[in-house]
């Protein structure tokens, strides 16, 4: 199947393959490496060295640091800013009634606040935890959750954050 989708892509005589998945579920890196393009990418799916199915790396400075580029297969691309693109309120609005972005800056108010479910949460202070995980809740392992809430027990005022996708 990977020589057949690679053949496909040659027939179309692209000059750039965009790799938007990188190694994480699902990739397909025997298509990439039979190189069915002059330029192939990696871009979004996977932050770091695609080990070899891509050229070059598109990040920025946070997720792809300069001084570590002898650590990718690959060039670095670096984008100034984030190179991470995000239309999430657009994919996924929230309901009518609940917090919004102009909401979030009426809630700070002087304090930082952050709207959550509606509603205006504190965010911690000095010396308190937030663990975050803003991606898809599948690959949230039983055995990482059991390390989130042995680490947050130690802390009571340590709070999980989640992004919720509807």
Request: hydrophobic letters at 40%; glycine letters at 10%.
């Amino acid at each position: 199947p990977d020589e057949a989708a690679a053949s496909a892509i040659v027939s179309r005589e692209p000059h750039v393959l965009i790799d938007l998945n990188g190694l994480s579920k699902g990739n397909r890196p025997g298509i990439l490496l039979r190189r069915p393009a002059p330029l192939i990418l990696s871009f979004l799916g996977y932050p770091a060295t695609s080990g070899g199915t891509a050229q070059m790396v598109v990040g920025d400075g946070v997720a792809a640091p300069p001084e570590l580029s002898s650590l990718f297969t690959e060039r670095l691309l670096l984008l100034p800013g984030s190179y991470f693109l995000s239309d999430h309120p657009a994919l996924y609005p929230r309901p009518q009634g609940t917090a919004d972005e102009s909401e979030a800056l009426r809630c700070r108010g002087g304090e930082e606040r952050t709207p959550a479910g509606g509603r205006c949460v504190a965010l911690p202070g000095q010396g308190e935890v937030v663990l975050a995980n803003f991606g898809q809740m599948y690959k949230i392992q039983p055995d990482l959750l059991d390390a989130w809430c042995r680490a947050l027990a130690t802390n009571e005022k340590g709070v999980l954050w989640l992004l919720r996708f509807p």
